[in-house]
């Protein structure tokens, strides 16, 4: 199987998923699609909790001691926070993300505006952050086949058409994500093998899963949630487990 294959496979997954989405939302009325919402957003909390789960995956219990999990996740999410904030991330997505609706669509309201832009930004977080990503396309990467993502493009099949029914075309904009995120890192994974310890990959884990409850509530309209800001703890959390490790 060519490398690269699961990642195109995903992006083809979230434009027809998106396309289905958009062709199905002007029959909904607009309670329906706040409903719509409203279980995206439940169903992301509970995606976010199964992720959770890695702080107690074995190798990065043994690697960070069973109290030190949970603390080399709040470390990432807080040194990552910081940094995020103060490179203004979150109001970068959203500015690319406007950019994307001003060059599809000459004209749209602002609330149609920010409707595309809060579909871009949370369905790429939700299509990007999470364990299929980061095993999927590393195993790709090394040659190992696709069925990871071949799993993880049918399930973001089905979320584009969900989201695309509330938000519309944005959705189809997080594709561009996939592509940057997923693509890197099966080079990632081709350049260095299978170098990336299983702690890694678990603090990584319960991290994107902290962040995934951040979309939630941000889907539930409970509280913006800046989880774009939080993005640089996904590139702490290894680097963190692999100082703990060394210390201890």
């Known amino acids: 199987m060519l490398r690269g294959a699961g990642t195109a ?9 998106t396309g289905v989405g958009v062709a199905v939302r002007g029959r909904l009325p607009e309670r329906t699609r706040h409903t719509v919402t409203d279980a995206l957003g439940l169903v992301t ?4 909790g199964l992720n959770l789960a890695a702080l107690h995956d074995p190798d990065y219990r043994r690697a960070v001691s069973p109290s030190g999990t949970l603390l080399v996740v709040l470390g990432s999410l807080l040194v990552g926070g910081i940094v995020g904030s103060l490179l203004r991330l979150e109001d970068r997505l959203e500015a690319f993300g406007g950019w994307l609706q001003r060059r599809l669509a000459r004209e749209g309201s602002s609330e149609s505006r920010g409707r595309f832009i809060e579909g871009f930004v949370a369905a790429s977080l939700l299509f990007v952050v999470g364990p299929l990503t980061i095993l999927g396309s590393l195993s790709d990467g090394l040659g190992r086949g696709i069925d990871q993502l071949a799993l993880k493009s049918t399930l973001d099949g089905f979320a584009a058409v969900a989201f695309a029914s509330s938000f519309g075309w944005g959705v189809a904009a997080a594709a561009i994500s996939v592509a940057v995120v997923q693509g890197g890192l099966t080079v990632l994974g081709a350049l260095l093998g299978g170098l990336l310890p299983a702690a890694s990959v678990a603090a990584v884990t319960a991290t994107g ?36 490790s060394a210390i201890r």
């Open 209 to 244: 899963g902290v962040l995934l409850l951040g979309v939630g509530l941000r889907l539930l309209q409970i509280r913006p949630v800046p989880v774009g800001d939080m993005l640089p703890a996904l590139l702490f959390a290894p680097i963190l487990t692999a100082a703990v």
């Open 45 to 48: 909390l509970v995606v976010g």
């Open 9 to 17: 496979l995903n992006i083809a997954t979230v434009l027809v998923g």
